[in-house]
């Protein structure tokens, strides 16, 4: 995986930049030949993966050393445990802007169906 790579922007942003090269990438056969820039774009994918899955596991492992180490009492909290804590949540933080840029966009595109009534979300 090249950091050289076109397609592979805002490492720290995977749980928005995923859906986006996923959405560019389109129907794949896996059996065709890739061309440079589908070979570039599923690299890219991978890297965001990698990244995602990473920073998921070790903010959970984190999750677990810190309840541990709070129902020991005593123990001094190890700093890469807060900093694993951080990239978790902040992980969380770009799935939201996502989910939140989805819903926009797909009530806009209710919004102009005109055919329908836009459905409502909650207050």
Request: glycine share 8%; charged share 20%; no cysteine.
């Amino acid at each position: 995986m090249s950091k050289a790579n076109p397609q592979f922007s805002h490492p720290g942003r995977a749980a928005y930049e995923l859906p986006k090269l996923l959405k560019n990438l389109g129907d794949l056969d896996r059996t065709a030949k890739l061309s440079e820039e589908q070979y570039n774009t599923v690299d890219a994918i991978v890297s965001h993966a990698w990244g995602a899955v990473e920073t998921i596991a070790s903010g959970l492992e984190s999750i677990g050393a810190l309840m541990g180490i709070a129902g020991n009492g005593d123990e001094a909290v190890p700093g890469k445990h807060v900093a694993a804590l951080g990239d978790l949540i902040t992980h969380l933080a770009v799935e939201l802007q996502h989910l939140h840029e989805i819903e926009t966009d797909m009530a806009s595109t209710l919004q102009s169906s005109g055919d329908r009534q836009v459905a409502r979300r909650p207050n």
